[in-house]
């Protein structure tokens, strides 16, 4: 990619790449509104299209639920700012920068959304997928970072929650909170939503004390093949957000 800032700029504003920014703002206001952000923390990022080296990122100080698309930024694998008003926030870029280069995901959706980061504080450090329904759409999705090292505030942790992630969708993040990746962002959105979902399930089933009752886990991969295999609900979902919150 060409790194003039006249062609950045160029970029930023065409119609495909402001499209997407479009859509980044809107999953952000739809994060704020399900209760999945924490402040002015985490961050969701989209690869141009056929482009992993170069992502939309939202900015560094702006709470979720007031990012408009003109507020999103466009940085490279190294976290250099090529286009947008705002700057960036350093573990964003090392973590999201990683996971584009080495994981290969076009999305990255990373949140410390409540039930979800309580999973990781326990024993098993995530989601049990032959619990819920919900649960089940994840069913061989899923992996674990059983190690915190701290912020990610270098290139070197950034890879290695990258590696950690072995090709899954999502990871969780062992003390920390969740990853979730997909090549579309609605169907990234859909599946965080409906991660938290089935994590509420999860805390608040074992929050009864009484025995836990999980399926077969060729049931668990049953289900999860059928959601995977018709994602028109995603889209459905995603257009409604988009009449909810213009």
Known sequence: MNQEPGF????????????LRADLALALRAA???????????????????????????PR???????????????D??????????????????IHAAIHRIAGKACVLHTHMPYATALT????????????????RFHGRLAIDQHYNGLALDVSEGERIARAMQGADIVFLGNHGVVVCGERLDYAYDDLFFLERACTAQVL????????????????????????SERLQSELFFQALRRQLP
């Open 77 to 94: 694998a190294h976290g250099n700012k090529l286009a947008g008003r705002h700057e960036v926030e350093p573990t964003a870029m090392f």
């Open 205 to 228: 089933a074992q929050s009864t004390g009484r025995p836990l009752v999980p399926v077969d886990p060729e049931i668990a991969a049953k289900v999860a093949a059928q959601i995977q």
């Open 61 to 75: 100080g702006l709470m979720w639920n007031e990012v408009q698309a003109d507020d999103i930024i466009l940085i």
């Open 121 to 136: 504080l326990t024993s098993d450090r995530g989601l049990d997928t032959t619990l819920s329904q919900n649960a089940m």
């Open 32 to 58: 704020a509104a399900h209760g999945l952000g924490e402040g002015v923390c985490n961050h969701f990022s989209v690869a141009l299209p056929g482009d992993p080296d170069h992502f939309l990122l939202n």
């Open 8 to 19: 950045a700029n160029a970029l930023f504003h065409a119609e495909p790449v402001a499209a």
